[in-house]
């Protein structure tokens, strides 16, 4: 079952890089203001972090979501319901619920059965936490 509702999106961001093939893959803010670029590391290291909801092009508005219940690409077929969610380095979903003091955007709240899976995840808001 995909959970579906509004979610919370940071206004004015523009894409830092070609995303058009980035929907539902973790983003972080870039160093340069006002742009979301892939966060292509499985550390958030300070970065705000979110999902990228729609297909940008170089420059176009990024709809980047912060918190709220979102769609997520995920790496592995190991996510389970109630699974801390962190991002690896292809921006995509991973399963963050046993890895000590590991970064993490959200909880899944569907599974996955295979790698590529898009699943359901309530994001924590404020750009992640730490376990």
Same mark, same amino acid.
């Given at each position: 079952?995909? %959970?579906?509702?509004? %979610?919370?999106?940071? @206004?004015?961001?523009?894409?830092?890089?070609?995303?058009?093939?980035?929907?539902?893959?973790?983003?972080?803010?870039?160093? *340069?203001?006002?742009?979301?670029?892939?966060?292509?590391?499985?550390?958030?290291?300070?970065?705000?972090? +979110?999902?990228?909801? !729609?297909? @940008?092009?170089?420059? &176009? &508005?990024? &709809?980047?979501?912060?918190?709220?219940?979102?769609?997520?690409?995920?790496?592995?077929?190991?996510? $389970?319901? /109630?699974?801390?969610?962190?991002?690896? #380095?292809?921006?995509? +979903? *991973?399963?963050?619920? #046993? *890895?000590? !003091?590991?970064?993490?955007?959200?909880?899944?709240?569907?599974?996955? $059965? $295979? $790698? !590529?899976?898009?699943?359901?995840?309530?994001? %924590? +808001?404020?750009? /992640?936490?730490? %376990?």
């Amino acid at each position: 079952m995909a %959970y579906t509702t509004t %979610y919370r999106t940071l @206004p004015g961001l523009v894409a830092g890089a070609d995303l058009s093939s980035s929907q539902f893959l973790v983003g972080k803010l870039a160093s *340069t203001a006002g742009q979301v670029i892939l966060n292509n590391t499985s550390l958030f290291a300070g970065n705000f972090v +979110g999902v990228i909801m !729609n297909k @940008p092009a170089l420059g &176009e &508005e990024v &709809e980047f979501a912060i918190d709220g219940v979102v769609k997520m690409i995920v790496a592995t077929s190991t996510i $389970a319901i /109630g699974d801390g969610i962190g991002c690896n #380095t292809t921006s995509k +979903g *991973t399963d963050a619920s #046993t *890895t000590d !003091n590991g970064a993490r955007i959200g909880k899944a709240l569907t599974a996955s $059965a $295979a $790698a !590529n899976d898009i699943v359901s995840v309530a994001l %924590y +808001g404020a750009g /992640g936490a730490r %376990y």
